[in-house]
């Protein structure tokens, strides 16, 4: 898309503009690596909050506006957001938004997200995204009151995950020389955990999509980390889906993003606000 980028100065607040139509933002949060979004204003009650998963390299340029076209079919604002700790090295592919030694990038991103709800004045955050993306989706809306997030098959302890993938991003944002955890960093602190980050009670709402057939995160993230959900304080605030897709690790398909965001656009509330 043919947008100007407006450049935030290093310690300027994000203000997306209120007009309608998209606008386009970046900030860098350290030398060469910008936090870059896209924000769709159409109008509407409805803020959708899309993270991308793990981007091809040599496919995709940054920033990564991943669900694009499919948002512009949509009738609801929109706001992208991609990953800037991948401007660190052309072979990383992911870094589920979590940031760097230093930085908390869930943190800014829901200041960010929070800001633009209430310029737009929406009634509705849907934070959304697949495999890493469904990573962030989890993690950014519990620092957002009322929120709901759609995550499609994701990772729910990072130091469960493929070796290759956990090994990069350790090398290249996290600063370890072999691939393993730093010894001044916990794998199980909520930052690279949602077992972790939903053992307390958290303030949204997640629908939890998981293909039976992606066996890698049904056995090693969907399933152990369901049993801590159904045991915990956020059991009514999650809603566990089952599809059936590829034999594979994959994105949904459009249709089946559209119908997951519908839904939980469509919520009703969850069972900790009813009242006798």
Known sequence: MGVPVTVLAPEASFSPSPANGP????????????????????????LLVGLHGATDRSKYLLPRFEWLRTMLGMSFNALLLSDPALHLSADLELSWYIGWKGLSLPLVVSDWVRIAASTLGVDKVVFFGSSGGGFA?????????????????????????????????????????????????????????LVARYASAQPCQTYFWQNRNDRHHVDNHYLPFRREIEGGP??????FIEYDGPARHSAPTQSLLVDAISQAIGSPEDCRDRRP
Not at 156 to 175: C, E, P
Request: a positive charge; one cysteine or more.
């Open 23 to 46: 606008s386009r933002y970046a900030q860098f949060l350290r030398p060469g690596c910008p936090l870059e979004a896209l924000l769709i204003n159409r109008g509407s009650d409805v």
């Open 137 to 193: 989706a989890m993690q950014v809306a519990s620092h957002v009151p009322g929120s709901t997030a759609v995550a499609f098959n994701p990772q729910t302890r990072i130091d469960r995950y493929y070796s290759s993938a956990k090994g990069r991003f350790l090398n290249t944002v996290m600063g370890s020389a072999d691939g393993k955890w730093p010894s001044d960093l916990d794998s199980q602190d909520p930052q690279f955990s």
């Open 234 to 239: 956020n059991k009514c605030a999650f809603r």
